[in-house]
């Protein structure tokens, strides 16, 4: 059913239901197993997006135009909630000895951005250093950072 849905879900190529059960009685008359109905189909999408919702909200233009956003907040919710995707996400710059490799860590973003933008901690050597607490410098005096980079 997945492989099934994932096929006739594809944002490039867009199908009836008629060519979709034409699909269907194609794959039952090659003997295929387990082929899913239309009915099938349609049942799990609209279970799924009960369970998970859609994120897709229709917007009308002033001039009538019609167009389909996301909301990218339940978007990047719903990343840091799935256990697959949440570790592989990097939340903090990293200082990688002289040199930067993401756009996150560039000069723009982390020296011009305003005090409320700029992030708020930094990985070192996998330890985690935030701004406005107190830490320790190699030579054991102390300071309160209020940026890193």
């Not at 879900?9 to 090659?30: C, G, H």
């Not at 135009?65 to 909630?81: C, L, M, S, T």
């Amino acid at each position: 059913l997945f492989l099934t849905d994932l096929l006739l879900t594809s944002p490039r190529l867009r199908f009836s239901d008629a060519q979709i059960s034409a699909m269907l009685r194609w794959a039952k008359a090659l003997h295929a197993r387990d082929v899913p109905t239309l009915y099938a189909i349609k049942k799990m999408r609209q279970d799924l997006r009960r369970l998970v919702g859609d994120p897709t909200k229709k917007v009308v233009s002033p001039s009538g135009n019609i167009f389909y956003i996301n909301d990218i907040g339940a978007a990047v919710a719903k990343d840091y909630a799935n256990p697959l995707t949440r570790f592989a996400m990097s939340d903090f710059p990293e200082d990688r000895g002289g040199y930067m490799s993401e756009a996150q860590h560039g000069f723009k973003m982390l020296r011009d951005g305003p005090e409320g933008i700029v992030t708020p901690a930094v990985r070192v050597e996998g330890k985690i250093f935030f701004t406005q607490e107190l830490l320790q410098r190699s030579d054991t005096s102390y300071f309160i950072p209020e940026r890193f980079f």
